[in-house]
C-alpha cells in the first residue's frame, strides 16, 4: 500500500504539548480560562483589530457576525456561490435571505462586478469568502460596501496568515471570522474566532456567545435568546500554540504549493489558483481547474488519485442549488469551478517527493481521460 497522502491535516509539536498538558494540569478553578483570553487577544494582535471572541467551530463564529449585524427576515445579503455551506447556513439562521453570486475564475473568490449587479434595496450586507486562502478582492468590496452602506463580514475561515496589499485578511470588514477546524492550517480539532473593530458589534457578539446571560436581575439571569458558542480553555491552548507558528506554517503551504507550481505550471489545460498582484495566500489548499483541451471527468481522475491513496478534493457544489435557497443568478464560473476543480493534496506531513508522486499520477490520469 503506497504512503497515504492526505488532504489536509496538521504539524503538532512540543509547543502544543506543553500548551495542552498545562491547561489540563492547570486551565481549571481560577486560571479556567486563561488560554481562552491569551488566544483573543493574540489573535486579535495578529490580524491587527481591537477585539475577538473565541467560539467553539467558524460556523459559530459566521452565525455570530450575522446575528450581532441585526441581521433578520427581509434583508438580503450577498453570498459568494462558492464555498462550503456554512458561509450561507450562517446568514440563514437569522431568517435573512441569501443571494449568490459568482465568482473570479482566476482566484475563485466573489467577483465584485457580480456584487454590484445584485444589489436591491433589501441588500444589508456582503458576505465574502478568502477562497482556499487567496484574500478577495477588498478594495472594490469595501468601496462598494460604502457606495451602498454595507456590512461586510469576511468569511477568512481558511485565510490565516493571508494578506491583501500588506494587511492581513481579517481586518477590512465589519466582522471577520477564522476557523481552528481539523483540515485547516492552524487547528484545534474545532474552533473558531470572531474578530471585528467594532465595541458594540463586540458587546452584542460576546451577549450572544454565552446564552445572552446579564445576570442584570439575578444570577444567571439572561435578557436576551443567546446561543452556548464559547471555545474551552483546552482547545485554546492548541488554538494559541498553532497561532504562535502561523507564519512557519504557513511557509510549508506555500512550499507546497511551490511543488505544484513547478510541476503543474506548463500543462496546457490546467490551471493553477495563483497569487494575483498585491495578494499573499496562504495556499491553505492548492486548486486548479481541468480546461476543456483535456476532455478528462475530473470525477474519475480523483477516483484514480484515490485508488493510489492519493486524497484530492472536488470543488465546492454552488450552494445556490441547494434545496433550502433560491437560485436568482446562473453564476457560470462557480459551476465550471463545481465541475472541473481540484482541490490537491496539501497536508503538513508532505513532502516534495509526494507532491512529484501525486502530479506524476495526476498527470498519467488526465492524459489517459
Known sequence: MNKKISFAGPSITEKEVEYVTDAVKNGWYENFDGYIEKLEKAFAQYVGVRYAVATFCCTHALHLAAAALGLQAGDEVIVTDFSWVATAY????????????????????IDPACIRKAITRKTRAIMLVHTFGHPAEMREIMDISREYGLFVIEDAAPAVGAEYHGKRVGGFGDVSCCSFQGAKMTVSGEGGMFLTNDPE???????????GRTDSRAVFWSDYLGFEYVMSNLTAALALAQLERAEELMEKKRRIFHWYEERLSGVKGIRLVREKPGCKSNCCYPSMLLEDSFYADRDDVLAGLRRKNIHAR??????????????????????RVEEHGISLPSAANLEEEDIDFVCRNLLRLIRRG
Not at 91 to 109: M, N, Q
Not at 317 to 335: A, D, G
Open 90 to 109: 450562517a446568514v440563514a439562521y437569522t431568517g435573512a435571505s441569501c443571494v449568490f453570486v459568482d465568482i473570479e475564475p482566476e482566484t475563485w473568490t
Open 201 to 211: 458589534i463586540y458587546r452584542r457578539a460576546r451577549l450572544l456567545s454565552s446564552m
Open 314 to 335: 472536488p470543488g465546492f457544489p454552488q450552494m445556490s442549488r441547494f434545496p433550502v435557497f433560491e437560485q436568482r443568478f446562473p453564476n457560470p464560473v462557480s459551476r
